[in-house]
T-cell receptor
Framework: GQNIDQPTEMTATEGAIVQINCTYQ??????LFWYQQHAGEAPTFLSY????GLEEKGRFSSFLSRSKGYSYLLLKELQMKDSASYLC??????????FGKGNQVVVIP | GAGVSQSPSNKVTEKGKDVELRCDPI?????LYWYRQSLGQGLEFLIY????????KSGLPSDRFSAERTGGSVSTLTIQRTQQEDSAVYLC??????????????FGPGTRLTVL
């Protein structure tokens, strides 16, 4: 089966930087996605990595190492609205996405 | 433009009843997916439609679950003889399916199903 591991929860202070890790073992790899999900809402797309290295999008950056089966999402200048669950998902096989359980980030003043 | 829409947003039913959940994907998206999200769990893949190809039903948990996609657009997920363990949020997603970032799936708001 597919295995996507993420820490379950972390707390960080407004204005700080937080790194959310994800390790994966999948039968095939066609890219890695990060989604943000606020409580009671649908996941929304944040970033996509398919090559090793760092992709930057404003306050959010995502890193991928395919040889290590590892990715992280970096959130800078944390805001209260960033309190959410962050889902790591790997695209494999016939256009299938395998999701981790999500990392709940709590931002405190 | 319009995103993925789902209806109803909430559904409460009695054990043993059948339910139908509807998904309208983004216009022009050829791929459509159904997932289930239970409390504290990751998204669980259910079924995948791509164009006119036969659907990938490998994630359906039992034969009580079925789905259709009519005219390559709207999809309906049907759960027969519902059980309490079917209670979850059912999410629908669609994608352009053009490779790379074009495989990004965009999610609807979900249907929260409660089986009493």
């Amino acid at each position: 089966g597919q295995n996507i591991d993420q820490p379950t929860e972390m707390t960080a202070t407004e204005g700080a930087i937080v790194q959310i890790n994800c390790t994966y073992q999948t039968s095939g790899f066609n890219g890695l996605f990060w989604y943000q999900q606020h409580a009671g809402e649908a996941p929304t797309f944040l970033s996509y990595n398919v090559l090793d290295g760092l992709e930057e999008k404003g306050r959010f950056s995502s890193f991928l190492s395919r040889s290590k089966g590892y990715s992280y999402l970096l959130l800078k200048e944390l805001q209260m609205k960033d309190s959410a669950s962050y889902l790591c998902a790997v695209l494999y096989g016939n256009n299938r996405l395998a999701f981790g359980k999500g990392n709940q980030v709590v931002v405190i003043p | 433009g319009a995103g993925v829409s789902q209806s109803p947003s909430n559904k409460v039913t009695e054990k043993g009843k059948d339910v139908e959940l509807r998904c309208d994907p983004i216009s022009g998206h050829t791929a459509l997916y159904w997932y289930r999200q239970s409390l504290g769990q990751g998204l669980e893949f259910l079924i995948y439609f791509q164009g006119n190809s036969a659907p990938d039903k490998s994630g359906l948990p039992s034969d009580r679950f079925s789905a259709e996609r009519t005219g390559g657009s709207v999809s309906t997920l049907t759960i027969q003889r519902t059980q309490q363990e079917d209670s979850a949020v059912y999410l629908c997603a669609s994608s352009v399916h053009s490779g790379g970032e074009g495989d990004t799936q965009y999610f609807g708001p979900g249907t929260r199903l409660t089986v009493l």
